[in-house]
């Protein structure tokens, strides 16, 4: 089956902008979540949604938001864009199954590389 | 911040070594997981290991897992060029999220 679709795979933006990046999770998840990865931070949680409701944020600024939708898909938004923020943000999805402490393991799409000039 | 710190940061191999890497973490956990990256991509699920195993195994990975030294290791066996990449491992989830360590770049060799 489809694995986690982003879009886009690049993209390059002025300081100031705002920009949308988009999530198609694996059919039948229901969790998703984003992630920002630096050189100098390296993977940093940004958020996590599950059947439209976000039950985690990370330590990041109210700029950065997201949301998801009815059927899973998900964007996040990134308002007023600063060099800082270039960065791959990926997303990954789960099925969550399983007893509470069982564990589960993600499926990441390929990311988006946002460069901000 | 992360969770935990990787070791080494960075590993080159000739091909048909093994390859270990090891992961310190600082908070109890109920899982530990391992992810390959190549070249920027997405990660890639390897394997999760479960508060209470020691030890667990995949084709050519050994995971092992020592919660009372708050530690776990990954070792790649046979090592081809295709394994070259970077490993991480990430803790949880717990409230719904992973927390990474910094990565092991491993580099194997022809």
């Known amino acids: 089956k489809a694995g986690v679709t982003q879009t886009p795979r690049y993209l390059i933006k002025t300081r100031g902008q705002q920009v949308t990046l988009s999530c198609s999770p694996i059919?039948?998840?229901?969790?998703v979540s984003w992630y920002q990865q630096t050189p100098g931070q390296g993977l940093q949680f940004l958020f996590e949604y599950f059947s439209e409701t976000q039950r985690n944020k990370g330590n990041f600024p109210g700029r950065f938001s997201g949301r998801q939708f009815s059927n899973s898909r998900s964007e996040m938004n990134v308002s007023t864009l600063e060099l800082g923020d270039s960065a791959l943000y990926l997303c990954?999805?789960?099925?969550?199954?399983?007893?509470f402490g069982m564990g589960y393991g993600y499926t990441f799409g390929s990311g988006t590389r946002l460069t901000v000039v | 911040s992360q969770q935990g710190e990787e070791d080494p940061q960075a590993l080159s191999i000739q091909e048909g070594e093994n390859a270990t890497m090891n992961c310190s973490y600082k908070t109890s956990i109920n899982n530990l997981q391992w992810y390959r990256q190549n070249s920027g991509r997405g990660l890639v699920h390897l394997i999760l290991?479960?508060?209470?195993?020691r030890e667990k195994h995949s084709g050519r990975l050994r995971v092992t897992l020592d919660t009372s030294k708050k530690s776990s290791s990954l070792l790649i066996t046979a090592s081809r060029a295709a394994d070259t990449a970077s490993y991480f491992c990430a803790t949880g989830p717990n409230d719904y999220k992973l927390s990474f360590g910094a990565g092991t770049t491993v580099t194997v060799r022809a």
């Open positions: 059919s039948g998840h229901r969790s």
């Open positions: 290991i479960r508060s209470n195993e």
């Open positions: 990954a999805s789960s099925l969550e199954e399983g007893a």
